[in-house]
T-cell receptor
């Protein structure tokens, strides 16, 4: 199993450019999430989805859009990049029920995005 | 004030030492997660617990619901344990609130 695959790993954007961060999971998870991680801060939820066709805003959705046309894919779109969106982005997916040690969340490897 | 507070922010230990990382939360929760973020950035889920204690190898996680406090212990620490350890409180409805993380460095 590949788990959660996130691309690209690194990207530099100019102010006003747009891009899509891709996220795919092969575990048939219903729940998927996009987080951003800023230095010294906890992960913040941008958007989440509880199943194909269903998305909802998290704590910091402004400047982002998502779609969930399939169970596997949950892309994150930045329409007009701003310096405030410089961050590390993580996609995650989860079971509805936890594993033996309570493991439930599975993360992608992250995308380091700089907007200059 | 963050709803989830971790302490210490930074921790340096000698190989073999017993390590404790603390997490306090102010919200009502259905579960508490412990995660490990490797130096390369990848995040791995270690535990999710809603009561008592869980053990996996040299890692032990405990939670006291009444005191709204959880601890992650590492026994016989090793340099490969060096990472950022993150706790996250799962509010009802699957919403997670993350702590800022504890940076652990284990020296040989």
């Amino acid at each position: 199993n590949a788990g959660v695959t996130q691309t690209p790993k690194f990207r530099i954007l100019k102010i006003g450019q747009s891009m899509t961060l891709q996220c795919t999971q092969d575990m048939n998870h219903n729940y998927m999430y996009w987080y951003r991680q800023d230095p010294g801060m906890g992960l913040k939820l941008i958007y989440y989805s509880v199943g194909a066709g269903i998305t909802d805003k998290g704590e910091v959705p402004n400047g982002y859009n998502v779609s969930r046309s399939t169970t596997e894919d949950f892309p994150l779109r930045l329409e007009l990049a701003a310096p405030s969106q410089t961050s590390v982005y993580f996609c995650a997916s989860s079971y509805a029920f936890a594993g033996e040690y309570g493991e439930k969340l599975f993360f992608g490897s992250g995308t380091q995005l700089s907007v200059l | 004030k963050n709803e989830v507070e971790q302490s210490p922010q930074n921790l340096t230990a000698q190989e073999g030492e017993f390590i404790t990382i603390n997490c306090s939360y102010s919200v009502g929760i259905s579960a508490l997660h412990w995660l490990q973020q490797h130096p390369g950035g990848g995040i791995v889920s270690l535990f999710m617990l809603s009561s008592g204690k869980k053990k996996h190898g040299r890692l032990i996680a405990t939670i006291n619901i009444q005191e709204k406090h959880s601890s992650l212990h590492i026994t016989a620490s090793h340099p490969r344990d060096s990472a950022v350890y993150i706790c996250a409180a799962e509010e009802y409805g699957n919403k997670l609130v993350f702590g800022a993380g504890t940076i652990l460095r284990v020296k040989s």
